[in-house]
């Protein structure tokens, strides 16, 4: 059964480090979200491509977060420098270009910021 | 901006029996879907079942079904014959076509032996 990819599944960063993550749909998905997720919340936005071109970013911090989908397949979503208030888990999903189309979830990367 | 309000943070339900879970919205669209998604600890999210916001009837999937009222902007999951592996956190999100998911915060539901 196909499935989103997310790697590492888990990562541990000094504040003022860099750290990216990676996630990689399911294949003929044009849709891509990248979500973050605060323990005990509901996941929020951060960004969506529709194939390689940005749908929304506007609840991405731009200052310090960066996505691309380069070749309109896989993902990257960077953080530079990270702060303490970073660490969440991030959720990145994908779906079929159609009204209604299910979103299927990666199983996240959990980041700590120390 | 559409929102989703779940206003149970937790919810328990003994083991075979049924529980339903709140979820109200706000939105100005007429076409829409709403959507329960769960989480179990440790693992990724899962489509539990999905409702087009033009259908009338309630959508259903196996021992899961929902309350769909449009006028009220409510959208409820009920879980009969509840099972020790429905124990997980559920969240209530909203769609419109050519924008995103809108999740509410999540309610943690408990399943006692």
């Known amino acids: 059964e196909a499935e989103v990819a997310q790697s590492p599944r888990y990562k541990i960063t000094e504040k003022s480090q860099a750290v990216a993550f990676w996630c990689d749909p399911i294949?003929?998905?044009?849709?891509l979200y990248w979500y973050r997720q605060i323990l005990g919340q509901g996941p929020e936005l951060l960004v969506q491509?529709?194939?390689?071109?940005?749908?929304?970013d506007s609840q991405l911090p731009k200052d310090r977060f960066s996505a691309e989908r380069l070749k309109g397949v896989d993902s990257t979503l960077k953080i530079q420098p990270a702060e303490l208030g970073d660490s969440a888990m991030y959720l990145c999903a994908s779906s079929l270009a159609g009204a209604g189309a299910e979103a299927f979830f990666g199983q996240g990367t959990r980041l700590t910021v120390v | 901006a559409q929102t989703v309000t779940q206003s149970q943070p937790e919810m328990s339900v003994q083991e075979a029996e049924t529980v339903t879970l709140s979820c109200t919205y706000d939105?100005?669209?007429?076409?829409?879907?709403l959507f329960w998604y769960k989480q179990p600890p440790s693992r990724q999210m899962i489509l539990v079942i999905r409702q087009e916001a033009y259908k009338q009837q309630n959508a259903t999937e196996n021992r899961f079904s929902v309350n769909f009222q449009k006028a009220a902007k409510s959208f409820s999951l009920k879980i009969s014959d509840s099972q020790l592996g429905d124990a997980a956190m559920y969240f209530c999100?909203?769609?419109?076509?050519?924008?995103?998911?809108?999740f509410g915060p999540g309610t943690r539901l408990s399943v006692l032996p």
């Open positions: 999100a909203y769609y419109n076509y050519g924008q995103n998911f809108v």
């Open positions: 939105t100005s669209e007429s076409d829409y879907y």
């Open positions: 294949s003929g998905h044009a849709t």
């Open positions: 491509f529709q194939d390689e071109s940005v749908v929304d």
